[in-house]
């Protein structure tokens, strides 16, 4: 079993900074690849970036690509999500999911079936 809690939204200026934190419960932390999905008001939860168990890859969808990046602490179980460069578009709920199976990594990391556990999300909003 694992709980997700997000922290670190809020309202930034376009060209500002986040990190978001996801603190994770549960012996299996550290064996479970990891993403982060956004849903903005109207629109379907998309992927934002996903990290494999041992940090050693690490995924973006193309919209925050040389802006995010998603690293994780497995001594703490922690993951984060470093924002930079924001833009009015990545408006939206930001949440933390961890894999459904634990050492399981394949080409599904940018599904949200892949994924089992989420969080309640944290709120990130850009103003222009």
């Known amino acids: 079993q694992v709980q997700l809690v997000e922290s670190g939204g809020g309202l930034v200026q376009a060209g500002g900074s986040l990190r978001l934190s996801c603190a994770a419960s549960g012996r299996t932390f550290s064996r479970r690849a990891m993403g982060w999905f956004r849903q903005a008001p109207g629109k379907e939860r998309q992927f934002v970036a996903a990290?494999?168990?041992?940090?050693?890859?690490?995924y973006y969808d193309d919209s925050v690509k040389g802006r995010f990046t998603i690293s994780r602490d497995n001594t703490n179980n922690t993951m984060y999500l470093q924002m930079n460069s924001l833009k009015p578009e990545d408006t939206a709920a930001y949440y933390c999911?961890?894999?459904?199976?634990?050492?399981?990594?394949?080409?599904?990391?940018?599904?949200?079936?892949?994924?089992?556990?989420w969080g309640q999300g944290t709120q990130v909003t850009v103003s222009s």
């Open positions: 999911a961890a894999a459904r199976f634990s050492e399981y990594w394949g080409n599904s990391y940018h599904l949200q079936s892949m994924y089992y556990y």
């Open positions: 990290i494999h168990w041992s940090a050693g890859s690490t």
